[in-house]
């Protein structure tokens, strides 16, 4: 899962139509020289496209049969920019699909089902979890290419500093702890997202969610998912605790102040360790403490399963996808994830891959120390459009504009429109 990627804006006038490879200029077919693919990558065009460019070389150097043409997409255009193309018979032909759009467009017939391909064929050395999250109504739909899980990172030395020797493992002692690091330290102790995705480990927490897929019901106002956020609430005021940020640009100032040790604890991602890395605070790798977020209410903590599968487009033509399917083989192979691990500091999704070289990079073995708290996403195509109506109530809730109850009546409203037979 990526937030607030302000690099996508560097490819967004591609002529993503004309690359578009589901219809007749897809490429020649077998019998007259190789088959030409299209692929979307979505990753980050700075930190993260690099690694992949250069497999795609790798791919066509062992492979003379097959063509790629690569296209790095703005993730946060792809999802839009895929269904448009897909409902014209014109996509490309394998999709870096966020883990929540695969069931989606796998409802609209748009993905091809792996179950029984070459690209599955490796399925055992996935982690379960994550190839459970690429299926929909028994099917699979997307090979795991990357994965991820939120957090809770923190500034060893600001702690250090404060007397605290280890991170904390509630809320309530994160609260304390903030106190002590604003007191012996001088900087703020936490900083709060007001984004719904960074919201989740609150609900997750009091053993709730949004919805309750299996029951079909809305569940974002019950008891418990209003507990979950009186608790997020409840960190953006009080001694180190750093005040709601409800800016277009929240996301960049949490990162920076939290880089730049100005700001000792934020939730976060995988994405951004080559980021914390480049900060003045984290010069020594080592002053990274990564762990789990803190638990509810429940005595249980619980973040949300994000990352990228590898998709294949049902419309393209026999020839087609079979060189996507070869290529999806490859780009998830053990050898290419290890290869992206090292270059980009993401998580692989496969046991063979986590690699005494990939578990030398001291954040990616920290963050693959809380992936058991990562919970994956129900099947529901739907699901991770819900975080649009908090993304929009919750920054109100957290500046003082409206109550968390109104905020959360106005969230369920929205919410029902988006999964209309599910009961309040």
Known sequence: MRRGIAASALVASLALTA???????????????????????TSNATNEAPAY?????????????VKVKYV?????????????????KGAPDILRSEVGWTPAFAKKGYFLPLDGTEALADQAKFQPS?????????????????????????????????????????WDELKADAARI?????VDGYWGSTQGYYAQPFLYGEGTDTVDAAGKKITVKSAAARKGYGTWLGLFSGKGLHKADATADAYAHIQDAFVNGKVAAILQGPWEITNFYQGSAFKDKANLGIATVPAGSTGKAGAPTGGHNLSVYAGSDKAHQEAALKFVKFM?????QETVALKNSTLPTRSDAYTDKVKADPGIAGYQGVLAAAQPRPALPEYSSLWGPLDTELPKIAGGKESLDEGLDNAELAISKLVPDFAK
Request: glycine fraction near 10%; proline fraction near 4%; charged fraction near 20%.
């Open 332 to 336: 998830t192979s053990a050898q290419s």
């Open 182 to 186: 604003e007191d012996k330290a001088g």
């Open 19 to 41: 690359t578009a490879c589901g219809g007749s200029d897809s490429g020649s077919g077998a019998s007259d020289g190789p088959v030409t693919i299209t692929w979307w990558d």
């Open 53 to 65: 460019k250069a497999l795609v070389q790798r791919f066509e150097a062992a492979h003379k049969d």
């Open 130 to 170: 994550l190839v459970k999250q690429a299926q929909y109504e028994g099917k699979t739909y997307g090979v795991p290419l990357v994965t991820d899980t939120l957090a809770l990172v923190y500034n060893k030395a600001l702690f250090k500093k404060a007397g605290i020797t280890e991170a904390p493992k509630t």
């Open 72 to 88: 790095n997409v703005p993730f946060d255009q792809a999802q839009n920019k895929f269904d448009t193309a897909a409902g014209a």
